[in-house]
């Protein structure tokens, strides 16, 4: 639990992050992310309940923790007048057995810039050098608060690439992200977090299903919607759309969708398309979190 003043940021966030997983905090704008994470990077101390990371307290075993984990950090960190690939050498000499800074500058699209001094990068570009500071060191475990913000398509991309890879090598990761591809493409486990509390947690399958009222889409041209309605059973709806598309919500089984296609067929009547959807991450966040844009 953390409060600043009257505002309660964290309150009884219970997570567990198994060695070699990705978990994702997703969550609304003031949910209680960065604070979290802050928390576990030994940066914010937590007023009550118990931190454990790597089997270290945070706070009292921060040295300690402190050569096992990539924290990424904002505004050059300790060496904001070093040049890109000198940065990056400098975060690489605290380390028994860095990665190695030419592939990561490669791997994160900056050997273009390397001669260039951190503050005459872009944006973009200063965000993916903090990433490779974070990850040079190879720590155990990767605390990436928002690594993809403001980052063009093609950098994202090298940047979910580069972060399936350390998983694949073993690296557990602690991410926060406001994008639900990213969580769902990226993450093990995603905890949604809202007011500081977990509202859903699960794989990105299992929270999709969770909230699994599904939808069916169809086009039959000529096929009385009324008449379908009463054959299907208690708890479907069946409307028409203003294109024609008979649209039926409930939770969508084979025995409804084979149901459908024999009340047309005993009918004569062709279906031109057919679509099931399941709820996509978004519907369950919004869900959750409620429609509201928050302060
Ligand atoms: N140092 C601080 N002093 C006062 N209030 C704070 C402080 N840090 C965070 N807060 C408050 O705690 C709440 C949680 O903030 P936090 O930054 O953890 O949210 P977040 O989920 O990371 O949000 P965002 O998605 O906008 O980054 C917010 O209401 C914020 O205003």
Known sequence: ???????????GLDLTLPRGEILALLGPNGAGKTTTVEICEGFTRPDAGEVRVLGLDPVADNDRLRTRIG???????????????????LCAAY?????????????LG??????????????????????????????????????????????RIMVWELISRLRADGVSI???????????????????????????????????????????????????SQALQSALPTGYRCSLSPTGEHLITGGITPEVVALITRFCADRDVLISSLNVASNSLQDVFLTLTGREVRA
């Not at 639990?1 to 309150?11: E, L, S």
């Not at 570009?125 to 980052?151: H, K, M, N, Y």
């Open 110 to 155: 900056l050997t273009e810039v390397a001669g260039t001094g951190f503050r005459r990068l872009s944006g973009g570009q200063q965000q993916r050098l903090s990433l490779a500071c974070a990850l040079v060191g190879r720590p155990e475990l990767v605390f990436l608060d928002e690594p993809t913000a403001g980052l063009d398509a093609h950098a």
């Open 95 to 107: 380390s028994a057995d860095p990665l190695d800074p030419d592939w990561l500058m490669d791997a």
């Open 71 to 89: 924290v990424m950090l904002q505004g050059g960190g300790a060496y904001p007048g070093a040049k890109a690939k000198e940065m990056l050498r």
């Open 1 to 11: 639990m953390k409060t600043f003043g009257d505002k309660t940021a964290v309150d």
């Open 174 to 224: 602690l991410l926060t992200t406001h994008l639900l591809d990213e969580a769902e493409e990226l993450a093990d486990q995603i905890v949604i977090v809202d007011k500081g509390r977990a509202v859903a947690a699960g794989t990105p399958a299992d929270l999709v299903r969770q909230d699994a009222e599904g939808q069916l889409r169809f086009t039959a041209p000529g096929l009385d």
